[in-house]
């Protein structure tokens, strides 16, 4: 909320700053205006006066640029596309910056802006030194080179504006538009300013042409550019005010120049000439919108500028028509006019080309459409459609093998660097597939991460290329420097076999590599379905155990260690198999994961301990259990059901939501924003997150930062050996060194720790030493069932109860 309040106040001081500026020239002008009648109409001051208002206007514009690109206000550059980018900055708060090619433009605009201001400035100094010769001393060659050399820096800036354009086609069709809608503009401005300027009875000199000329030549170039901006960094509507800071002074002094002679060089000066600085402050303005708020979208006018130019040339060709007899700047205009026909032509010629090739690109979409079947969009590899169509016909002539790859951990990858990220692995390893494969052999994507090559041939060795394809992924791939591994399983068809045998069998093997510890191949034998086929049946053992009730929950007791007095428990589960007897968790657990029944499972488990846990606040009150907890996978939290299912669960059990501890392994959380939002809405909802087995994962200190948890578990790891006394000072301190750090943390970070794993009273000792106040392990309490639980609750109840008695006797 703060960020947003921030980001609105520097917004509004943006706009109110570039709106004083614009304020500040329009005063300018109105003071020029004022002086400029007190003049003419009662002949006040001398008329050299007039030369100093273009400079003073135009410092005011030249600080209004240089206020929006300074380094102070601007803080990093965004990315045009994406306008919710913002960064903070202390001088300049949360605001956008501007993109770095509308930095570019700007700085060419305030660099064209200050050498015109002091060309001017020259100007008026050499005016009101010479105030007698105002009306027939021209601009000082010095001066004149300098609006110039301004002049053509604005129309530099506005060059380097990038414009939309794709094919060549579409360049060269962009450049005659662009050209014909220039001439068209030009014929116009030459024929209504700069042909009577030559002609006027009082002439102005050569510089003052050649300023009037730049001037509507950065409007006109301006006005065909901002046609085919694409409402990229450079705001459309600030360069059309730019544009108009140089063509509509330039037009308006050159119709005063044929109509009122010299005598127009006072309101130029003090009134026109001045608008140039209103302008390009108004543009300004516009910049700072466009940065601040909401981009605007695209007017997309560039298609009509040929018909525009058309239509301006006929301006004054009918004005050719109706006058006098031709002279020269007639002529000039009709050959405009011509040659805007001929442009126009040649871009119908162009229309009509691409009409053919848009003719031609339809008799070409059966080809496309067929390849589109038959190929991934993303690698371009082929499919599993075209996969399965080449292994049929090759099993009737051809020795065939099929290698089936599949990459290790690309959902952690997808997950945390987002699918583009993704999506360029996958494309790195379609290329590494037609590398290694050459033109001997098909490569295939099959779908997700799973790739496949279909070798043909009695000469082919399906391990060798394999051998060579992990070699290969030991390079990083893409600027994330990241280092896939794959699994790969090899089957070699044999006599009789068919596409699906043959496909069944690569899987098997995959399989079968995956569980050896990935990043390996495997060649599949005979009788190695046997163990994967087990590995399935467990799983449908489990679908079935969920049915039929076979889990119970146990619960291993928290105790506080000062005191060996159970303030929590943590909730573990059991497999009661009717033949097996109990199945150990390492055996299920991970069987549960593979096939997606750990959502089932661990909603089973979430919902007994809370209804459990309850019980026991029920029947022994609600200071009897501080919490009760159990294990989450990153599984479960990927579920989009998950957070729902903690509320039920809650809500029919009436457990209050602080007392149910939530554990998360550190390798868990970091698996995606999902994992993230939801750990986040269990916080909100008060219950209080545990990162299980610290230390062992990934990143265990910013994971304090980063997941709102309230309790450390310190793995056992760190546990084991930490009340060893051999006499060495040195190696104690070492050993103790994990468990000494994770308790300053904590207390630092405000969180709760538990010790995992103690094993003996030595330990218990070392902890307490250390500040650890609660533990769990064997030599505390074992898991047991609730029953057990309860004896101890209601054990300590007595104790309680007995305390009480004897301290309100010794009272009495």
Not at 553 to 558: F, K, L, M, S, T
């Amino acid at each position: 909320m703060r960020t947003v309040k921030v980001g609105a106040v520097t917004r509004d001081l943006a706009e109110t700053t570039a709106r004083w500026y614009v304020w500040a020239t329009v005063a300018v002008v109105v003071l020029g205006g004022v002086w400029c009648a007190a003049h003419l109409g009662a002949g006040l001051g001398i008329e050299a006066l007039a030369y100093i208002f273009v400079p003073i206007g135009g410092a005011i514009a030249a600080a209004s640029v240089h206020h929006l690109v300074r380094p102070a206000s601007r803080p990093a550059s965004r990315p045009a596309s994406r306008p919710e980018n913002r960064t903070f900055s202390p001088t300049g708060g949360d605001r956008p910056g501007l993109d770095p090619v509308a930095l570019r433009f700007w700085r060419t605009v305030l660099v064209a802006v200050v050498l015109i201001t002091i060309g001017y400035a020259w100007l008026a100094a050499d005016m009101l030194t010479h105030p007698a010769e105002a009306r027939t001393r021209s601009m000082p060659a010095p001066a004149a080179a300098l609006v110039a050399i301004g002049f053509l820096a604005a129309i530099g800036a506005l060059t380097r504006v990038p414009v939309v354009a794709s094919r060549g086609e579409d360049r060269w069709r962009m450049l005659l538009d662009r050209t014909i809608a220039f001439l068209g503009c030009a014929s116009l401005l030459w024929y209504l300013g700069l042909a009577p300027m030559l002609s006027a009875r009082e002439p102005w000199s050569p510089q003052a042409m050649l300023l009037v000329g730049l001037g509507l030549l950065v409007a006109v170039g301006a006005l065909t550019k901002v046609s085919y901006l694409a409402g990229g960094p450079v705001d459309p509507v600030a360069m059309r005010f730019v544009a108009a800071g140089g063509g509509v002074p330039a037009g308006a002094v050159s119709v005063l120049a044929v109509q009122f002679g010299y005598i127009a060089g006072v309101p130029a000066q003090a009134i026109v000439m001045p608008l140039a600085p209103v302008l390009i402050t108004l543009g300004v303005a516009a910049q700072s919108r466009a940065v601040h708020g909401p981009r605007r979208e695209p007017a997309r006018v560039g298609m009509m500028l040929p018909y525009l130019a058309t239509i301006l040339v006929g301006v004054p060709l009918v004005a050719v028509a109706l006058g006098a007899p031709l002279r020269w700047p007639a002529r000039v205009t009709l050959i405009a006019a011509v040659l805007v026909t001929a442009l126009v032509m040649v871009r119908q010629y162009l229309a009509y080309r691409e009409n053919a090739r848009l003719l031609r690109t339809a008799r070409l979409q059966e080809e496309r459409l067929r390849y589109e079947v038959t190929h991934d969009g993303l690698t371009g590899l082929a499919n599993r459609a075209l996969f399965r169509e080449r292994l049929t016909a090759a099993l009737t002539t051809d020795p065939v093998s099929v290698l089936l790859i599949d990459l290790d951990d690309f959902k952690a990858v997808n997950d945390l660097l987002g699918q583009e990220v993704g999506d360029r692995l996958l494309i790195s390893m379609a290329d590494l597939l037609r590398t290694e494969t050459g033109d001997d052999h098909l490569p295939v994507r099959v779908g997700g991460d799973e790739f496949a090559v279909l070798m043909t041939g009695g000469h082919a060795d399906p391990e060798e290329l394999a051998g060579r394809l992990l070699a290969a992924l030991g390079d990083p791939i893409s600027e994330h420097r990241l280092l896939m591994r794959a699994s790969i399983g090899i089957a070699t068809a044999p006599p009789g076999a068919t596409t699906d045998t043959v496909v069944r069998d690569a899987d098997v093997a995959l399989i079968t590599a995956k569980q050896g510890g990935k990043a390996g191949f495997v060649r599949y034998a005979e009788g190695m379905g046997e163990p994967v086929l087990a590995h399935m049946r467990l799983g449908g053992e489990l679908r079935r155990a969920l049915d039929d009730g076979e889990f119970r929950v146990v619960y291993q007791p928290i105790v506080r260690l000062d005191r060996n007095w159970v303030i929590g428990v943590e909730a573990l589960v059991r497999w009661h198999h009717p033949t097996r007897g109990v199945v150990s968790p390492a055996e299920f657990i991970p069987a549960a994961e593979r096939t997606g029944l750990i959502v089932p499972l661990g909603r089973f488990v979430l919902r007994e301990t809370c209804r459990q846990a309850a019980a026991w606040l029920a029947e022994f009150g609600p200071d009897a259990l501080k919490e009760a907890g159990l294990n989450v996978s990153a599984r479960q939290l990927h579920d989009p059901d998950f957070v729902s299912d903690v509320a039920d669960a809650l809500t029919d059990s009436g457990l209050p939501c602080e007392r149910l501890v939530l554990e998360v392994t550190e390798s868990g959380v970091l698996r995606g924003q999902q994992i993230s939002r939801a750990l986040c809405e269990l916080d909100r909802m008060g219950i209080r997150l545990a990162l299980d087995d610290f230390g062992t994962g990934e990143s265990s200190l910013s994971l304090l930062r980063a997941v709102p948890a309230a309790i450390v578990k310190l793995d056992k790891s760190f546990v084991d050996g930490i009340e060893i006394d051999d006499g060495r000072p040195a190696a104690a301190d070492a050993r103790q060194a994990v468990a000494r750090a994770v308790i300053q943390l904590a207390h630092a970070l405000g969180l709760d720790t538990v010790a995992e794993g103690i094993e003996s009273a030595e330990q218990v000792a070392a902890l307490l030493e250390l500040g650890y106040t609660r533990g769990q392990g064997f030599y505390l309490a074992e898991p047991m069932p609730a029953a057990g639980v309860s004896r101890l609750l209601a054990r300590q109840r007595a104790v309680e109860t007995r305390v009480t008695r004897e301290i309100r006797a010794r009272s009495s």
